[in-house]
Protein backbone atom coordinates (compact mmCIF):
# COMPACT_ATOMS: atom_id res chain seq x y z
CA UNK A 1 0.00 0.00 0.00
CA UNK A 2 1.57 3.33 -0.58
CA UNK A 3 2.47 6.03 1.68
CA UNK A 4 2.42 9.80 1.92
CA UNK A 5 5.87 9.43 0.67
CA UNK A 6 5.62 7.13 -2.35
CA UNK A 7 3.62 10.16 -3.88
CA UNK A 8 5.09 12.42 -6.75
CA UNK A 9 5.84 15.90 -5.60
CA UNK A 10 3.74 17.29 -7.97
CA UNK A 11 0.75 15.23 -5.90
CA UNK A 12 2.08 16.35 -2.43
CA UNK A 13 2.22 20.11 -3.46
CA UNK A 14 -1.75 19.97 -3.70
CA UNK A 15 -2.47 19.03 -0.49
CA UNK A 16 -2.49 22.12 1.14
CA UNK A 17 -5.41 23.66 -1.17
CA UNK A 18 -7.75 21.28 0.90
CA UNK A 19 -6.98 23.63 3.82
CA UNK A 20 -7.57 26.97 4.61
CA UNK A 21 -5.53 29.81 4.32
CA UNK A 22 -5.17 32.05 7.94
CA UNK A 23 -6.79 35.09 7.01
CA UNK A 24 -6.59 38.11 9.95
CA UNK A 25 -9.93 39.13 10.84
CA UNK A 26 -9.72 42.03 8.97
CA UNK A 27 -8.97 40.32 6.12
CA UNK A 28 -12.06 37.57 6.84
CA UNK A 29 -14.38 40.48 6.75
CA UNK A 30 -13.59 42.11 3.78
CA UNK A 31 -13.22 39.07 1.79
CA UNK A 32 -16.18 37.89 3.84
CA UNK A 33 -15.57 34.26 2.39
CA UNK A 34 -13.37 32.85 5.27
CA UNK A 35 -13.48 32.59 8.79
CA UNK A 36 -10.62 34.69 10.31
CA UNK A 37 -8.23 33.13 12.91
CA UNK A 38 -8.56 29.05 11.72
CA UNK A 39 -5.00 28.03 12.02
CA UNK A 40 -6.04 24.35 10.82
CA UNK A 41 -3.77 24.74 7.30
CA UNK A 42 -1.15 26.24 8.95
CA UNK A 43 -0.80 23.44 11.69
CA UNK A 44 -1.02 21.14 9.04
CA UNK A 45 1.55 22.19 6.96
CA UNK A 46 3.66 22.85 10.39
CA UNK A 47 3.26 19.18 10.85
CA UNK A 48 4.07 17.85 7.43
CA UNK A 49 7.06 20.12 6.87
CA UNK A 50 8.55 18.47 10.09
CA UNK A 51 8.22 15.02 9.01
CA UNK A 52 11.08 14.19 7.18
CA UNK A 53 13.80 16.01 5.10
CA UNK A 54 11.61 14.81 1.47
CA UNK A 55 8.54 16.36 2.97
CA UNK A 56 10.38 19.66 4.44
CA UNK A 57 11.76 20.32 1.21
CA UNK A 58 8.37 20.07 -0.18
CA UNK A 59 5.80 21.99 2.40
CA UNK A 60 8.08 24.66 3.89
CA UNK A 61 8.34 26.57 0.94
CA UNK A 62 4.60 26.76 0.84
CA UNK A 63 4.30 27.65 4.72
CA UNK A 64 6.22 30.44 3.85
CA UNK A 65 3.95 31.80 1.44
CA UNK A 66 1.74 33.14 3.80
CA UNK A 67 3.51 35.18 6.62
CA UNK A 68 1.16 36.10 9.88
CA UNK A 69 2.58 38.33 12.45
CA UNK A 70 -0.32 39.57 14.22
CA UNK A 71 0.36 39.72 18.07
CA UNK A 72 -2.14 40.19 21.10
CA UNK A 73 -2.25 43.88 22.08
CA UNK A 74 0.44 44.71 25.08
CA UNK A 75 -2.04 45.73 27.07
CA UNK A 76 -3.97 42.08 26.74
CA UNK A 77 -2.52 39.83 28.98
CA UNK A 78 -3.52 36.92 27.45
CA UNK A 79 -2.01 37.92 23.90
CA UNK A 80 1.16 39.22 25.34
CA UNK A 81 1.85 36.25 27.46
CA UNK A 82 4.99 34.05 26.01
CA UNK A 83 4.55 35.54 22.87
CA UNK A 84 7.39 37.75 20.65
CA UNK A 85 6.29 41.56 19.88
CA UNK A 86 6.00 42.44 16.07
CA UNK A 87 9.12 44.23 15.77
CA UNK A 88 11.31 41.34 17.22
CA UNK A 89 9.31 38.64 14.86
CA UNK A 90 9.75 40.84 11.91
CA UNK A 91 13.71 40.96 12.81
CA UNK A 92 13.89 37.36 13.27
CA UNK A 93 11.94 36.35 9.81
CA UNK A 94 14.30 38.78 8.28
CA UNK A 95 17.42 37.11 9.41
CA UNK A 96 15.93 33.43 7.38
CA UNK A 97 17.44 34.84 3.98
CA UNK A 98 16.66 31.45 1.93
CA UNK A 99 13.17 31.63 2.86
CA UNK A 100 12.35 35.22 1.70
CA UNK A 101 11.92 34.30 -2.01
CA UNK A 102 8.83 32.05 -1.37
CA UNK A 103 6.84 35.02 0.36
CA UNK A 104 3.78 35.93 -1.12
CA UNK A 105 1.42 37.25 1.49
CA UNK A 106 1.83 39.16 4.83
CA UNK A 107 -0.09 39.92 7.45
CA UNK A 108 1.05 42.36 9.97
CA UNK A 109 -0.36 43.92 13.05
CA UNK A 110 0.74 47.45 14.09
CA UNK A 111 -0.83 47.55 17.65
CA UNK A 112 2.29 48.29 18.93
CA UNK A 113 3.20 51.07 17.78
CA UNK A 114 3.12 54.29 19.82
CA UNK A 115 4.88 57.43 20.30
CA UNK A 116 7.62 56.17 22.00
CA UNK A 117 8.12 52.91 20.08
CA UNK A 118 8.21 53.04 16.69
CA UNK A 119 9.90 49.94 15.98
CA UNK A 120 7.21 47.80 14.67
CA UNK A 121 7.04 50.24 11.50
CA UNK A 122 10.44 50.25 10.99
CA UNK A 123 10.82 46.44 11.08
CA UNK A 124 7.64 45.90 9.05
CA UNK A 125 9.96 48.17 6.69
CA UNK A 126 12.98 46.76 6.77
CA UNK A 127 11.30 42.78 5.84
CA UNK A 128 9.49 44.76 3.48
CA UNK A 129 12.64 45.25 1.49
CA UNK A 130 14.04 41.52 1.80
CA UNK A 131 11.01 40.06 0.32
CA UNK A 132 11.42 41.08 -3.46
CA UNK A 133 8.24 38.41 -4.30
CA UNK A 134 5.64 39.66 -2.13
CA UNK A 135 2.21 40.08 -3.85
CA UNK A 136 -0.52 40.91 -0.99
CA UNK A 137 0.12 43.20 2.11
CA UNK A 138 -2.03 43.80 4.89
CA UNK A 139 -1.65 45.70 7.66
CA UNK A 140 -3.63 45.79 10.61
CA UNK A 141 -3.90 47.93 13.71
CA UNK A 142 -3.80 51.06 12.23
CA UNK A 143 -7.26 52.91 13.36
CA UNK A 144 -6.96 55.10 15.42
CA UNK A 145 -8.33 54.20 19.14
CA UNK A 146 -10.27 57.16 20.23
CA UNK A 147 -10.14 56.46 24.44
CA UNK A 148 -5.89 56.23 23.92
CA UNK A 149 -4.63 58.13 20.80
CA UNK A 150 -4.72 61.73 20.11
CA UNK A 151 -3.83 60.93 16.37
CA UNK A 152 -3.06 58.20 13.98
CA UNK A 153 -0.02 57.30 15.90
CA UNK A 154 1.05 54.01 13.85
CA UNK A 155 -0.19 55.14 10.36
CA UNK A 156 1.94 58.26 11.27
CA UNK A 157 5.16 55.76 11.76
CA UNK A 158 4.49 53.67 9.08
CA UNK A 159 4.15 56.45 6.36
CA UNK A 160 7.44 58.17 7.51
CA UNK A 161 9.18 54.93 7.81
CA UNK A 162 8.03 54.40 4.03
CA UNK A 163 9.52 57.86 2.71
CA UNK A 164 11.52 57.20 -0.45
CA UNK A 165 10.91 53.67 -0.53
CA UNK A 166 9.50 51.83 -3.50
CA UNK A 167 7.66 48.26 -3.54
CA UNK A 168 6.86 47.50 -7.41
CA UNK A 169 6.05 43.79 -6.59
CA UNK A 170 2.86 44.37 -3.90
CA UNK A 171 -0.39 44.52 -5.97
CA UNK A 172 -2.72 44.20 -3.46
CA UNK A 173 -3.16 45.82 0.24
CA UNK A 174 -5.68 45.93 2.82
CA UNK A 175 -5.44 48.20 5.64
CA UNK A 176 -7.87 49.25 8.36
CA UNK A 177 -8.48 53.04 7.56
CA UNK A 178 -7.91 55.56 4.78
CA UNK A 179 -6.47 57.54 7.31
CA UNK A 180 -4.23 60.45 4.99
CA UNK A 181 -0.90 59.93 6.33
CA UNK A 182 -1.21 55.96 5.50
CA UNK A 183 -2.91 57.32 1.89
CA UNK A 184 0.35 59.14 1.16
CA UNK A 185 1.83 55.89 1.71
CA UNK A 186 0.42 54.56 -1.34
CA UNK A 187 3.21 55.95 -3.25
CA UNK A 188 5.65 53.43 -2.24
CA UNK A 189 3.00 50.72 -3.87
CA UNK A 190 2.64 51.85 -7.32
CA UNK A 191 1.34 48.93 -8.86
CA UNK A 192 -1.47 48.20 -6.84
CA UNK A 193 -4.59 47.34 -8.58
CA UNK A 194 -6.44 46.00 -5.35
CA UNK A 195 -7.13 47.91 -2.49
CA UNK A 196 -9.47 46.94 0.82
CA UNK A 197 -10.52 48.94 3.59
CA UNK A 198 -12.01 47.88 6.91
CA UNK A 199 -15.27 48.78 8.59
CA UNK A 200 -15.80 52.27 8.67
CA UNK A 201 -16.61 55.26 6.84
CA UNK A 202 -14.69 56.42 3.56
CA UNK A 203 -13.57 60.01 2.89
CA UNK A 204 -13.37 61.07 -1.24
CA UNK A 205 -10.93 63.25 -0.61
CA UNK A 206 -8.23 60.55 -0.44
CA UNK A 207 -9.79 59.30 -3.44
CA UNK A 208 -7.10 61.26 -5.52
CA UNK A 209 -4.01 60.58 -3.73
CA UNK A 210 -5.42 56.45 -4.47
CA UNK A 211 -5.62 57.57 -7.89
CA UNK A 212 -2.46 59.78 -8.48
CA UNK A 213 -0.10 57.24 -6.80
CA UNK A 214 -2.02 54.22 -7.51
CA UNK A 215 -3.16 54.60 -11.41
CA UNK A 216 -3.60 50.83 -12.10
CA UNK A 217 -6.25 50.53 -8.99
CA UNK A 218 -8.88 48.09 -10.95
CA UNK A 219 -10.94 46.78 -7.17
CA UNK A 220 -11.93 48.85 -4.41
CA UNK A 221 -13.97 46.55 -0.98
CA UNK A 222 -15.37 47.48 1.50
CA UNK A 223 -15.77 51.55 0.56
CA UNK A 224 -17.95 53.04 3.55
CA UNK A 225 -20.71 54.81 2.06
CA UNK A 226 -21.62 58.14 3.83
CA UNK A 227 -24.95 57.69 5.71
CA UNK A 228 -27.90 59.44 4.18
CA UNK A 229 -29.00 60.17 8.11
CA UNK A 230 -26.15 62.85 8.15
CA UNK A 231 -27.78 65.47 6.82
CA UNK A 232 -25.64 68.19 8.35
CA UNK A 233 -23.86 70.42 5.17
CA UNK A 234 -20.46 70.47 6.07
CA UNK A 235 -20.54 66.26 5.63
CA UNK A 236 -20.03 64.61 2.16
CA UNK A 237 -23.58 63.35 0.59
CA UNK A 238 -23.40 59.98 -1.04
CA UNK A 239 -23.70 61.40 -4.55
CA UNK A 240 -20.35 63.52 -3.98
CA UNK A 241 -18.90 60.36 -3.13
CA UNK A 242 -20.12 58.29 -5.99
CA UNK A 243 -19.18 60.93 -8.33
CA UNK A 244 -15.28 60.93 -7.02
CA UNK A 245 -15.41 56.93 -7.31
CA UNK A 246 -16.76 57.35 -10.60
CA UNK A 247 -14.27 60.26 -11.84
CA UNK A 248 -10.85 58.62 -10.37
CA UNK A 249 -11.32 55.11 -10.84
CA UNK A 250 -12.63 54.49 -14.43
CA UNK A 251 -10.72 51.31 -14.66
CA UNK A 252 -12.99 49.66 -12.06
CA UNK A 253 -14.04 45.71 -12.33
CA UNK A 254 -14.85 45.34 -8.64
CA UNK A 255 -16.72 47.30 -6.17
CA UNK A 256 -17.42 46.50 -2.74
CA UNK A 257 -20.03 49.34 -0.75
CA UNK A 258 -20.50 49.31 2.61
CA UNK A 259 -22.45 51.22 5.85
CA UNK A 260 -26.24 51.72 6.24
CA UNK A 261 -27.20 51.88 2.86
CA UNK A 262 -30.20 53.24 1.03
CA UNK A 263 -31.32 52.78 -2.38
CA UNK A 264 -33.32 56.20 -3.34
CA UNK A 265 -31.78 58.64 -5.73
CA UNK A 266 -29.50 60.36 -2.69
CA UNK A 267 -27.85 56.28 -2.07
CA UNK A 268 -27.04 54.08 -4.41
CA UNK A 269 -29.53 55.46 -6.65
CA UNK A 270 -27.17 57.71 -7.44
CA UNK A 271 -24.77 55.16 -9.21
CA UNK A 272 -27.26 54.26 -12.50
CA UNK A 273 -27.27 57.22 -14.42
CA UNK A 274 -23.48 57.41 -14.31
CA UNK A 275 -22.69 53.61 -15.86
CA UNK A 276 -19.49 52.22 -14.10
CA UNK A 277 -18.91 51.16 -17.85
CA UNK A 278 -15.77 47.85 -16.71
CA UNK A 279 -18.09 47.15 -13.54
CA UNK A 280 -17.73 43.36 -13.10
CA UNK A 281 -18.79 42.59 -9.46
CA UNK A 282 -20.69 44.66 -7.11
CA UNK A 283 -20.79 43.62 -3.66
CA UNK A 284 -23.74 45.74 -1.23
CA UNK A 285 -23.03 45.17 1.96
CA UNK A 286 -25.98 46.71 4.35
CA UNK A 287 -24.64 47.29 8.28
CA UNK A 288 -27.73 48.02 10.33
CA UNK A 289 -27.21 50.77 12.02
CA UNK A 290 -27.22 50.95 16.22
CA UNK A 291 -26.97 54.39 17.78
CA UNK A 292 -24.83 54.69 20.81
CA UNK A 293 -24.92 56.86 23.75
CA UNK A 294 -21.43 58.56 24.73
CA UNK A 295 -22.41 58.76 28.19
CA UNK A 296 -23.89 55.65 29.01
CA UNK A 297 -21.29 53.96 26.69
CA UNK A 298 -24.46 51.40 25.47
CA UNK A 299 -26.90 51.04 22.59
CA UNK A 300 -29.89 53.64 22.38
CA UNK A 301 -31.13 51.18 20.01
CA UNK A 302 -30.90 47.32 19.43
CA UNK A 303 -30.44 45.93 16.17
CA UNK A 304 -33.44 44.53 14.28
CA UNK A 305 -34.14 42.32 11.66
CA UNK A 306 -34.05 43.84 7.86
CA UNK A 307 -37.57 44.30 5.88
CA UNK A 308 -37.98 42.02 3.05
CA UNK A 309 -38.31 44.81 0.77
CA UNK A 310 -35.75 46.36 1.98
CA UNK A 311 -33.25 43.30 0.59
CA UNK A 312 -35.18 43.14 -2.48
CA UNK A 313 -34.79 47.11 -3.35
CA UNK A 314 -31.18 46.50 -2.76
CA UNK A 315 -30.94 43.43 -5.02
CA UNK A 316 -32.85 45.95 -7.85
CA UNK A 317 -30.61 48.36 -7.73
CA UNK A 318 -28.01 46.55 -7.68
CA UNK A 319 -29.32 45.00 -11.10
CA UNK A 320 -29.58 48.39 -12.42
CA UNK A 321 -25.65 49.36 -11.40
CA UNK A 322 -24.36 46.51 -12.89
CA UNK A 323 -27.00 47.05 -16.26
CA UNK A 324 -25.69 49.99 -17.03
CA UNK A 325 -21.82 48.25 -17.27
CA UNK A 326 -20.47 47.23 -20.89
CA UNK A 327 -18.18 44.22 -20.10
CA UNK A 328 -19.07 41.44 -21.78
CA UNK A 329 -17.92 39.43 -18.95
CA UNK A 330 -20.19 37.14 -16.73
CA UNK A 331 -21.36 40.25 -14.35
CA UNK A 332 -22.04 39.37 -10.56
CA UNK A 333 -24.16 40.68 -7.84
CA UNK A 334 -23.50 40.20 -3.89
CA UNK A 335 -25.99 41.59 -1.15
CA UNK A 336 -25.08 41.14 2.28
CA UNK A 337 -27.29 41.96 5.25
CA UNK A 338 -24.54 42.54 8.36
CA UNK A 339 -25.38 42.19 12.32
CA UNK A 340 -22.11 44.46 13.44
CA UNK A 341 -18.19 44.98 12.70
CA UNK A 342 -16.03 42.29 12.72
CA UNK A 343 -14.46 43.24 16.50
CA UNK A 344 -17.61 42.54 18.05
CA UNK A 345 -18.23 39.30 16.51
CA UNK A 346 -16.60 36.80 13.97
CA UNK A 347 -20.00 35.64 12.92
CA UNK A 348 -21.61 38.57 11.77
CA UNK A 349 -23.02 38.00 8.37
CA UNK A 350 -26.94 36.96 8.51
CA UNK A 351 -27.79 37.30 4.92
CA UNK A 352 -26.03 36.35 2.11
CA UNK A 353 -27.05 36.40 -1.13
CA UNK A 354 -25.34 36.02 -5.04
CA UNK A 355 -26.78 36.56 -7.98
CA UNK A 356 -25.43 36.16 -11.83
CA UNK A 357 -26.31 38.55 -14.48
Known amino acids: MLGLLDLPTELLVELPQYYPVLHCPLQADVLSTYLANDYTGVDTL ?23 VCPGR ?17 AALRRVKDMHVHVRSLTVSLHECTETNRSPAVELVRFLQCIPRLRTLIITGTRTRRDIDFCNVAASMLGISLEQMTFPSVT ?6 DDIDLMLALKSFPSLT ?8 NHSITFHLIAEYCPHIEILRNIGLPRIEFAAPHLEKAPEFVLALYKYFPKLRCLSLSGSLSTDSDGLGCMVPL ?7 LTLRH ?3 VEFDPVAGGPTTT ?15 GKEILGTSSTKKQRVLRVEVKNGIWKDNPQITNTIETFYI
Open 275 to 281: GFQRLEQ
Open 74 to 90: SNDIEGAEGRMKTDETL
Open 172 to 177: ELTTDT
Open 303 to 317: RGAVADQFVEDLIAV
Open 287 to 289: KIW
Open 46 to 68: CALAQTCVRLRHVFQPILWQNIY
Open 194 to 201: TLNFGDGR
